[in-house]
């Protein structure tokens, strides 16, 4: 298990987002992410072919911003909205489990600290339940 750095205050020092290794770790997640939707016919079609580079990139930058990294995505993208962005989308609660599933074997393979992985999987879980938006199958 990795150790926390701690600042005078007791509190950790350095943001979750550097604690769990940075931008390799967060693009980590969201590739292999990317390889279960691949071949996911719930959620595949929800992303263009010729911008699945893009939707790697879109997330992995919302992900480092959320957990204290670069503010890129804000800065390009402006503010998330994430419920809006994916209203043109059917988040039924299949789509939203299915989201979890490829989302938890790709958490599961960073083989991060229980700490780290308790927190950013209670996160995920609560994001995914928010962009439901249909009870329609």
């Given at each position: ?57 879109r ?33 039924n ?19 991060l ?25």
């Amino acid at each position: 298990m990795a150790d926390i750095t701690l600042g005078p205050t007791g509190g950790p020092s350095d943001s979750f987002f550097t604690q769990i290794g940075g931008h390799a770790t967060f693009e980590r997640l969201v590739r292999r992410f990317y390889e279960g939707i691949e071949h996911d016919e719930v959620l595949r079609p929800m992303y263009p072919d010729d911008d699945m580079d893009g939707a790697v990139w879109r997330l992995t930058a919302f992900l480092e911003q959320y957990w204290g990294g670069p503010s890129t995505y804000s800065e390009q993208r402006g503010h998330p909205r994430l419920r809006m962005r994916h209203m043109p989308f059917k988040v039924n609660p299949d789509a939203r489990d299915r989201w979890l599933t490829h989302m938890r074997a790709a958490l599961d393979e960073l083989a991060l600290p229980p700490m780290h992985e308790e927190a950013l999987w209670d996160y995920l879980q609560r994001a995914a339940y928010a962009m439901v938006n249909t009870f329609e199958e």
